[in-house]
């Protein structure tokens, strides 16, 4: 397929799949907030400039020219104004008990959790290509401890101290732990389908640069498996899991980069997620599926961070509404927001611009 195709059916799925997820979570607003009475003004798939509209029931439903994500306006829900609408009204947001705004403000969170539920377990049932539990020695440094110890590419790795290990993630978390101390580690080994005697060695704690503490690199085996709908669902939550903790732990791991000098991990903006959608889809739909739950669970998580601006911030405040059973000052809350919203914005062209440093091998 020629490169310009390619690109075009990328972008083409990149904005799709982005409106959707998004979609779905203003649609989770939109949902309870008519169930809970409250007044919604408008549903709008994209960002102004304003392309049509219909108005049904006192919504307008609208189609916009950015056609990026989507959003929900409620009546009294004015995150960003200092003259706020709709006091008094009875259907208003701010009329309604914390409690139901808070229900109202979580349920984009939850209904990104749902979709990624559904479309993981999708992608498990129908037959996709995923790990299965293997975790293989992908490459051996030389001098490394690995080597010294005798341990050879294509070694799979079943425990470590008598912890079965089913992914990399397993092992490298382990070593990590050992690392910090320079404490002794015990591999039990399988070698061309037959097991080895158990393999010792001492992590470093100040590996070369490129290297891990055992100077090993690992890869988690992949095989195509499709399995009962029970099954996938436990595998979707359990690959949901995964993903929430690999991004609790980010900060961490930021900082900890940060200390020691090192690039830390990678973090992608819209420009390395379009990269990676265009490498997946051409993997198949249950591939691309996976990628749609994994982004899904991503926004899930992040918004519900407390962070002004985002669900979580305003959910923070509502909270606090109704443990000290008075609303903050609305303009303050409404500065608070401009200013936590204009950082997010600030981080976005942060993250893009280390997105095309990387595209363009900078």
């Given at each position: 397929?020629?490169?310009?195709?390619s690109?075009v059916?990328t972008?083409?799925?990149f904005?799709?799949?982005?409106?959707?997820?998004?979609?779905?979570?203003?649609?989770?607003?939109?949902?309870t907030a008519r169930?809970l009475g409250?007044?919604v003004?408008?549903?709008?798939?994209?960002?102004?400039?304003k392309v049509f509209?219909?108005?049904?029931?006192?919504?307008a439903?609208?189609?916009n020219?950015i056609?990026?994500g989507g959003?929900v306006?409620?009546?009294?829900?004015?995150?960003f104004s200092?003259h706020q609408?709709?006091e008094g009204?009875?259907r208003a947001?701010t009329?309604k008990?914390?409690w139901?705004?808070?229900i109202v403000?979580a349920?984009?969170?939850?209904?990104n959790?749902?979709l990624?539920?559904?479309?993981l377990?999708?992608?498990?049932?129908?037959?996709?290509?995923?790990?299965n539990g293997d975790?293989?020695?992908?490459?051996?440094?030389a001098?490394?401890?690995a080597?010294k110890?005798?341990?050879q590419?294509?070694?799979?790795?079943r425990?470590?101290?008598?912890?079965?290990?089913?992914?990399?993630r397993?092992?490298?978390n382990?070593?990590?732990t050992k690392a910090r101390?320079?404490?002794?580690?015990?591999?039990h080994?399988e070698r061309n389908?037959?097991p080895?005697?158990?393999v010792k060695?001492v992590?470093r704690?100040d590996?070369?640069?490129?290297?891990?503490?055992?100077g090993i690199?690992l890869e988690d085996?992949?095989a195509?498996?499709a399995v009962?709908?029970?099954?996938?669902f436990?595998?979707a939550?359990?690959?949901?899991r995964?993903?929430?903790g690999?991004?609790?732990e980010?900060?961490?791991q930021?900082?900890a980069?940060r200390r020691a000098g090192?690039?830390?991990p990678?973090?992608?903006?819209?420009?390395?997620?379009?990269?990676?959608?265009?490498q997946v889809a051409?993997?198949g739909?249950?591939t691309?599926?996976?990628?749609v739950?994994?982004?899904?669970?991503?926004l899930?998580?992040?918004n519900?961070v407390?962070f002004?601006?985002?669900?979580?911030?305003r959910?923070?405040?509502?909270?606090?509404?109704?443990?000290?059973?008075?609303?903050?000052?609305p303009?303050?809350e409404?500065m608070?927001h401009a200013?936590?919203?204009?950082?997010?914005l600030?981080?976005l062209v942060v993250?893009s611009?280390?997105d095309?440093?990387?595209v363009a091998?900078g």
């Amino acid at each position: 397929m020629p490169a310009i195709l390619s690109d075009v059916r990328t972008l083409v799925l990149f904005v799709v799949t982005f409106t959707a997820i998004i979609a779905v979570h203003e649609f989770g607003h939109y949902l309870t907030a008519r169930m809970l009475g409250m007044r919604v003004l408008e549903f709008a798939f994209g960002f102004p400039p304003k392309v049509f509209s219909v108005v049904h029931g006192g919504i307008a439903y609208s189609i916009n020219a950015i056609p990026f994500g989507g959003f929900v306006r409620i009546l009294g829900q004015d995150d960003f104004s200092i003259h706020q609408e709709g006091e008094g009204d009875p259907r208003a947001f701010t009329s309604k008990p914390w409690w139901a705004q808070a229900i109202v403000l979580a349920a984009g969170v939850t209904m990104n959790l749902i979709l990624a539920l559904v479309v993981l377990t999708i992608a498990f049932a129908s037959g996709t290509t995923a790990p299965n539990g293997d975790v293989r020695v992908d490459q051996v440094a030389a001098g490394s401890p690995a080597e010294k110890a005798g341990i050879q590419v294509n070694d799979i790795v079943r425990s470590i101290d008598g912890k079965a290990v089913t992914s990399s993630r397993d092992l490298v978390n382990a070593v990590r732990t050992k690392a910090r101390t320079e404490t002794e580690v015990t591999l039990h080994i399988e070698r061309n389908g037959r097991p080895v005697p158990d393999v010792k060695a001492v992590p470093r704690a100040d590996p070369p640069e490129g290297e891990g503490p055992l100077g090993i690199r690992l890869e988690d085996v992949q095989a195509p498996v499709a399995v009962p709908i029970p099954q996938a669902f436990g595998q979707a939550a359990a690959l949901a899991r995964d993903v929430v903790g690999q991004i609790a732990e980010l900060p961490g791991q930021l900082l900890a980069s940060r200390r020691a000098g090192s690039d830390g991990p990678a973090v992608s903006g819209p420009i390395g997620i379009f990269q990676v959608t265009g490498q997946v889809a051409q993997y198949g739909i249950p591939t691309f599926l996976k990628l749609v739950g994994v982004l899904s669970v991503n926004l899930a998580v992040l918004n519900i961070v407390p962070f002004p601006g985002l669900d979580g911030g305003r959910l923070f405040f509502v909270l606090v509404a109704g443990i000290f059973r008075k609303r903050l000052s609305p303009q303050l809350e409404a500065m608070v927001h401009a200013v936590g919203f204009a950082l997010l914005l600030l981080l976005l062209v942060v993250v893009s611009i280390s997105d095309i440093r990387r595209v363009a091998g900078g």
